[in-house]
């Protein structure tokens, strides 16, 4: 089976740094994704990671300790349109078939 | 928009009619996927398919639901006399073949059974 685990929620002022952790264990391992979703909107992708180590894109920076089956998302300089649901989700099989958390319900406060 | 299109994005039903809802995914991706998502929750997947070919079902594919892929474009999710615990959010999304491709989701079709 698969298990994904993420905390539910966390509340950020604008301009500041949020991580966001997600733990795992599932049967497989092909990669770890992270999707942003806004209320009633379809998941988006942000990152990907395969490898150990960081990932930096832009404000957004992924890390993935495989051995500790670790990730976290680091959202640096907050905005409002940063206010969403991140998802972190593995890729057990190699299909990128994934199995998601729950997510983690992110709210940036001005 | 992600290019992937999901038809209808509401539907409100009664319990014990048949529904089917349709995906367009990107044309030139392979691969289709169809996912479940409550509230709070992540999406759960459900079926797979590359090209025409369904390579994957989940368990909790119950007998009514019903995925195909004629053509290898488009697909359809069929689910047959619906229950309440069917109401959710139908997430489809598509990718090309490959290991660390992303998948792009459409926007998904809430279900409501009354």
């Known amino acids: 089976g698969q298990n994904i685990d993420q905390p539910t929620e966390m509340t950020a002022t604008e301009g500041a740094i949020v991580q966001i952790n997600c733990t795992y264990q599932t049967s497989g391992f092909n990669g770890l994704f992270w999707y942003q979703q806004h209320a009633g909107e379809a998941p988006t992708f942000l990152s990907y990671n395969v490898l150990d180590g960081l990932e930096e894109k832009g404000r957004f920076s992924s890390f993935l300790s495989r051995s500790k089956g670790y990730s976290y998302l680091l959202l640096k300089e907050l905005q409002m349109k940063d206010s969403a649901s991140y998802l972190c989700?593995?890729?057990?099989?190699?299909?990128?078939?994934?199995?998601f958390g729950k997510g983690n319900q992110v709210v940036v406060i001005p | 928009d992600t290019g992937v299109s999901q038809d209808p994005r509401h539907k409100i039903t009664k319990r014990g009619q048949n529904v089917t809802f349709r995906c367009d995914p990107i044309s030139e991706h392979n691969r289709l996927y169809w996912y479940r998502q409550t509230l709070g929750q992540g999406p759960e997947f459900l079926t797979y398919?590359?090209?025409?070919?369904?390579?994957?079902k989940s368990r909790l594919l119950s007998d009514r639901f019903s995925a195909e892929r004629p053509k290898g474009s488009f697909s359809t999710l069929e689910i047959q006399r619906t229950e309440q615990g069917d109401s959710a959010m139908y997430l489809c999304?598509?990718?090309?073949?490959?290991?660390?491709?992303?998948?792009?989701f459409g926007q998904g079709t809430r279900l409501t059974v009354v």
């Open positions: 398919f590359q090209n025409e070919a369904q390579l994957e």
């Open positions: 999304a598509s990718s090309t073949v490959g290991q660390n491709t992303e998948a792009f």
């Open positions: 989700a593995v890729s057990p099989y190699g299909n990128n078939r994934l199995a």
